[in-house]
């Protein structure tokens, strides 16, 4: 149930103001924006770890945990910084079994962009059983449930991972799933 309303909140985004487009333009942006709509329509996330680099500035982390109490709802937000990449994967565990994350959100960035760190945190998502949203291109095609697509302004999700982690895609009527 949990996976069917992540995917839902992922598909309501299809359904954004004005051309279609994301309205986020930054990088804090994204993460605000993707904050904002899942606590806007998916209640099961309750809990999301962040996963973001050093690179990450003071500022911006102030504002996202600003985001957890902002309307519509609570949502706790946990934020991790590491410098490299063997942290981010601990990180990943760390978010997933000592704090039950529900769902982890990767900040986009130069890591984030690496084919290799998005095949093993997907991997890493489908052992553990929690989605990941990716914010950047070549997400899904490396097993992430979803990604948010900036450059087109389109939401994809990952239907092969949808059912590895108990999701039924067949369930989401006249949505056109990425067959990866």
Same mark, same amino acid.
């Given at each position: 149930?949990?996976?069917?309303?992540?995917?839902?909140?992922?598909?309501?985004?299809?359904?954004?103001?004005?051309?279609?487009?994301?309205?986020?333009?930054?990088?804090?942006?994204?993460?605000?924006?993707?904050?904002?709509?899942?606590?806007?329509?998916?209640?099961?996330?309750?809990?999301?770890?962040?996963?973001?680099?050093?690179?990450?500035?003071?500022?911006?982390?102030?504002?996202?945990?600003?985001?957890?109490?902002?309307?519509?709802?609570?949502?706790?937000?946990?934020?991790?910084?590491?410098?490299?990449?063997?942290?981010?994967?601990?990180?990943?565990?760390?978010?997933?079994?000592?704090?039950?994350?529900?769902?982890?959100?990767?900040?986009?960035?130069?890591?984030?962009?690496?084919?290799?760190?998005?095949?093993?945190?997907?991997?890493?998502?489908?052992?553990?059983?929690?989605?990941?949203?990716?914010?950047?291109?070549?997400?899904?095609?490396?097993?992430?449930?979803?990604?948010?697509?900036?450059?087109?302004?389109?939401?994809?999700?990952? #239907?092969?991972?949808?059912?590895?982690?108990?999701?039924?895609? #067949?369930?989401?009527?006249?949505?056109?799933? #990425?067959?990866?």
């Amino acid at each position: 149930m949990t996976f069917r309303i992540l995917l839902f909140l992922t598909i309501s985004l299809l359904l954004l103001p004005g051309d279609g487009a994301l309205q986020a333009q930054t990088e804090l942006d994204q993460v605000s924006y993707a904050v904002e709509v899942m606590k806007g329509h998916n209640f099961s996330v309750l809990t999301m770890g962040v996963l973001a680099s050093t690179s990450v500035s003071d500022a911006d982390l102030q504002l996202i945990q600003q985001l957890q109490v902002a309307p519509p709802r609570q949502m706790r937000l946990l934020v991790t910084r590491s410098n490299f990449i063997s942290d981010v994967y601990r990180d990943f565990t760390f978010l997933v079994r000592e704090k039950q994350v529900n769902a982890i959100l990767v900040w986009p960035g130069d890591l984030g962009a690496d084919e290799s760190f998005q095949k093993k945190i997907c991997q890493m998502s489908q052992r553990m059983k929690v989605p990941v949203v990716g914010l950047q291109p070549g997400w899904v095609e490396n097993g992430a449930i979803l990604e948010f697509d900036q450059a087109s302004g389109t939401v994809h999700i990952n #239907a092969k991972a949808c059912e590895v982690m108990g999701y039924v895609p #067949a369930e989401l009527e006249g949505v056109n799933l #990425a067959q990866h």
